[in-house]
Each structure stands twice: as structure tokens, then as C-alpha cells.
């Protein structure tokens, strides 16, 4: 099947593999926020990256192809901005409110009339629910008390997607996505971020905010250059092997992320996509995966504070649940409200946003 006709199937499998992604990364943090910083999390052994920056990498990739969908398929600059911005801030604000006035108060060292004496809590609120400071620390919360002294880890990926959201819009305001010469122009673009990426320790890129957009930006070009391709590209077994095969012998060597991006774009959108049975039920429920990615952090920080010494595994056991059941509210009462708002504005359909971690 070629990816212009299954993309343009409303039934597919993309909500249930970014809620999978998000677990993903609440399972790769469980052993951080429980052993310790340096700890070795599932997959670090082979890919040199954890579970989680792996499914950071799916989410990233799944955008690279929707969003400019969603970009095409509006009829204003103005109303695509609306529409991301209705998806991602106002869930944003909610779960940074919360942390503020409700988890920051019951953990926090501090005496509560100094807590809330004090401009913190409003800064960590504008900060985080406006990405302008997302590693933003409250006073006295998990400071000590975990081995990662962070409130909500997990956000730091948030602003580089809003970063791929702008070039996105800057990619479309040039004409460039209804415009041949737009598939050689993100082609370019596309080597030159994976040339740097596989370069990115001689360059002096690993560490760098520059360094972390490009791990980012590479699946999301690779997504919109599949977007742009959709005519040509099939969706079937043979090339997901060999692309399988050539990740394969990339490992250990720096070229592996440039690979698996390519690799892991191709199989999302393959499994998402092409498939078909009763696991399309589960579009009947909704998307949860942004609540899960954004709530998953503090509510870990939270059970790994209240039972100190607790095995990862059973970390995972008891945040997961109560990790759902926040997404699930987040859903019915946030994000599901926003989208609605959204699509009165813009008739046209778009893209959900993918997050990350």
C-alpha cells in the first residue's frame, strides 16, 4: 500500500502506538528515578540509547508526517498555530498547576507558609506552562529525597517540538510543501541535520541545546520527507526488513541514529497504518499519550519519595495505573475540551500533537 492511501484511512493505529511510546518512557524512567542517575535503563546496552529516547524518537518521527498534514490541510497559517496551540499548552498548564499548588505543597521541605511565601510556585507555573523554563526546580521538592532531583523530567523534549513545529510553518509559509522543489529542499535539510548527527561528537554537538534539536529534528525530517513522498513510498515487509538489516549493522558505530530514525519512521507508519483487526477499537477510547507523557514524571518522583528502596519494576506497577487514570482526566476534561474548541475554528482535520519525553 502506498502512504498517500493509508494515510488518507481514518481508522489506524497511530493513537494506540504514541499511548505504547509514553509507557515507554514512563518503564526507561522507572530505573532512573528508583537506582539512581547513570543507571542502565532497558535498551542503553544495545542502541547506546534507553527505551525512552527511543519512543521520544517514534513520537518525533509520527509529528514529522502529521503535522505538516495538519499544516496542508488548514486554511490559515493562522488557524494551524491556533489548532497547536489549543493541543499542547492547555494540558500543559493544568499539570504544571497541579504540580505547583497540589504535589508541591505535600513534598516539599520547605514550611508551607515559606513555600507559598515565596514566588516560586508562580514561576514554576509561567515557566513550565509556557515552555519558557521547563527544568524549572520548586523549593524543597524531590531535591534530596529521590536519586534524580528533578519535578518533571519529561519536559525538557516539549520545546524542541514546538521548535519542529516552527520550521514546519516556516517550511510552509515558503511554499515549499505544495512545491516540487520542496522535497529537494527537506531532502537537504534532512542530510545536512544527519550529517551533524553522525558528526556530532567531532563537532562538539552532544550536549548542546543545538545538538538535542537536531536528535530531535532528524526523525521529524525524515517524517516530512515521507510525507512529501507519499505518493511513491509503499508501505510493506520487504523494505522494513532491509532497513531492519541496515540498522542492524549500524550498531556501535555513529551512524546508528541517523539509521534508526530512518528505520523507526518506516515501521511506525508501516504498523500504524497498514494493519488493520480489532485493535482499531481502541480509537474509541482516546488519546492519551500526551496526559501519560506529561504526568508520568512527577507521579514517579512521587511513589519512588513514598516508598523509598522500591524495585523498578514495582514502581512501574504502581505508577502506571495511577499515571493512566491522570491521562484519562486529562483527556476528558483538558485536551479533549481544547480539541473541540479547535476544530469550531478550523473545519478542516489536524494533527494531534506527539510528545513527548
Given at each position: 500500500?502506498?502512504?498517500?492511501?493509508?494515510?488518507?484511512?481514518?481508522?489506524?493505529?497511530?493513537?494506540?502506538?504514541?499511548?505504547?511510546?509514553?509507557?515507554?518512557?514512563?518503564?526507561s524512567?522507572?530505573?532512573?528515578?528508583?537506582?539512581?542517575?547513570?543507571?542502565?535503563?532497558?535498551?542503553?546496552?544495545?542502541f547506546?540509547?534507553s527505551?525512552?529516547?527511543?519512543?521520544?524518537?517514534?513520537?518525533?518521527?509520527?509529528?514529522?508526517?502529521?503535522?505538516?498534514m495538519?499544516?496542508?490541510?488548514a486554511?490559515?497559517?493562522?488557524?494551524?498555530?491556533?489548532a497547536?496551540?489549543?493541543?499542547?499548552?492547555?494540558?500543559?498548564?493544568?499539570?504544571?498547576?497541579?504540580?505547583?499548588?497540589?504535589?508541591?505543597?505535600?513534598?516539599?521541605?520547605?514550611?508551607?507558609?515559606?513555600?507559598?511565601?515565596?514566588?516560586?510556585?508562580?514561576r514554576?507555573?509561567?515557566?513550565v506552562?509556557?515552555?519558557?523554563?521547563?527544568?524549572?526546580?520548586?523549593p524543597?521538592?524531590?531535591?534530596?529525597?529521590?536519586?534524580?532531583?528533578h519535578?518533571?523530567?519529561?519536559?525538557w523534549?516539549?520545546?524542541y517540538?514546538?521548535?519542529?513545529?516552527?520550521?514546519?510553518?516556516?517550511?510552509g509559509?515558503?511554499g515549499?510543501?505544495?512545491?516540487?522543489?520542496?522535497v529537494?529542499a527537506?531532502?537537504?535539510?534532512?542530510?545536512?541535520?544527519?550529517?551533524?548527527?553522525?558528526?556530532?561528537?567531532?563537532?562538539g554537538?552532544?550536549y548542546?541545546?543545538?545538538?538535542?534539536?537536531?536528535?530531535?529534528?532528524?526523525?521529524?525530517?525524515?517524517?516530512?520527507?515521507?510525507?512529501?513522498?507519499?505518493?511513491?513510498?509503499?508501505?510493506n515487509w520487504?523494505?522494513?526488513?532491509?532497513?531492519?538489516?541496515?540498522?542492524?549493522?549500524?550498531?556501535g558505530?555513529?551512524?546508528?541514529?541517523?539509521?534508526?530514525?530512518?528505520?523507526?519512521?518506516?515501521?511506525?507508519?508501516?504498523i500504524?497504518?497498514?494493519?488493520?483487526g480489532s485493535?482499531l477499537?481502541?480509537?474509541?477510547?482516546?488519546?492519551?499519550?500526551?496526559?501519560?507523557?506529561?504526568?508520568?514524571?512527577?507521579?514517579?518522583?512521587?511513589?519512588?519519595?513514598?516508598m523509598?528502596?522500591?524495585?523498578?519494576?514495582?514502581?512501574?506497577?504502581?505508577?502506571?495505573?495511577i499515571?493512566?487514570?491522570?491521562?484519562?482526566?486529562?483527556?476528558?476534561?483538558?485536551?479533549?475540551?481544547?480539541?473541540?474548541?479547535?476544530?469550531?475554528?478550523?473545519?478542516?482535520?489536524?494533527?494531534?500533537?506527539?510528545?513527548?519525553?
Amino acid at each position: 500500500m502506498r502512504l498517500e492511501a493509508a494515510l488518507d484511512r481514518r481508522a489506524n493505529h497511530l493513537t494506540l502506538i504514541r499511548v505504547l511510546a509514553a509507557v515507554a518512557v514512563l518503564v526507561s524512567h522507572s530505573w532512573t528515578l528508583t537506582l539512581g542517575p547513570g543507571t542502565p535503563e532497558p535498551l542503553s546496552g544495545l542502541f547506546g540509547m534507553s527505551l525512552g529516547s527511543v519512543s521520544v524518537l517514534v513520537f518525533f518521527g509520527i509529528s514529522g508526517v502529521l503535522i505538516p498534514m495538519s499544516l496542508e490541510r488548514a486554511e490559515t497559517l493562522a488557524i494551524w498555530a491556533r489548532a497547536r496551540i489549543l493541543r499542547i499548552f492547555p494540558a500543559l498548564f493544568c499539570v504544571a498547576l497541579l504540580t505547583a499548588l497540589v504535589l508541591g505543597p505535600l513534598f516539599t521541605t520547605e514550611e508551607i507558609g515559606a513555600y507559598f511565601g515565596s514566588t516560586a510556585p508562580v514561576r514554576y507555573v509561567l515557566n513550565v506552562a509556557t515552555l519558557a523554563k521547563v527544568n524549572t526546580a520548586l523549593p524543597g521538592v524531590f531535591e534530596a529525597a529521590t536519586p534524580a532531583p528533578h519535578v518533571n523530567g519529561s519536559l525538557w523534549t516539549l520545546p524542541y517540538e514546538v521548535g519542529c513545529y516552527l520550521l514546519v510553518a516556516l517550511l510552509g509559509t515558503a511554499g515549499l510543501f505544495r512545491r516540487q522543489t520542496g522535497v529537494l529542499a527537506v531532502a537537504a535539510l534532512l542530510a545536512v541535520t544527519a550529517f551533524a548527527v553522525w558528526q556530532r561528537k567531532a563537532l562538539g554537538l552532544s550536549y548542546t541545546s543545538l545538538g538535542h534539536f537536531l536528535n530531535f529534528a532528524l526523525p521529524f525530517l525524515t517524517g516530512t520527507l515521507f510525507y512529501l513522498l507519499r505518493r511513491r513510498i509503499l508501505l510493506n515487509w520487504k523494505p522494513a526488513l532491509v532497513l531492519l538489516g541496515l540498522t542492524w549493522a549500524a550498531l556501535g558505530t555513529d551512524f546508528l541514529r541517523p539509521m534508526l530514525s530512518v528505520t523507526l519512521v518506516y515501521w511506525v507508519l508501516w504498523i500504524g497504518l497498514v494493519p488493520q483487526g480489532s485493535l482499531l477499537a481502541y480509537n474509541r477510547l482516546g488519546d492519551y499519550s500526551y496526559g501519560t507523557y506529561i504526568y508520568a514524571f512527577p507521579i514517579q518522583q512521587t511513589v519512588a519519595q513514598v516508598m523509598p528502596g522500591i524495585s523498578p519494576v514495582a514502581a512501574i506497577a504502581v505508577a502506571l495505573p495511577i499515571t493512566l487514570c491522570f491521562a484519562v482526566l486529562s483527556w476528558l476534561l483538558v485536551e479533549r475540551p481544547a480539541l473541540r474548541l479547535k476544530r469550531r475554528h478550523a473545519p478542516a482535520p489536524a494533527a494531534p500533537v506527539m510528545t513527548a519525553g
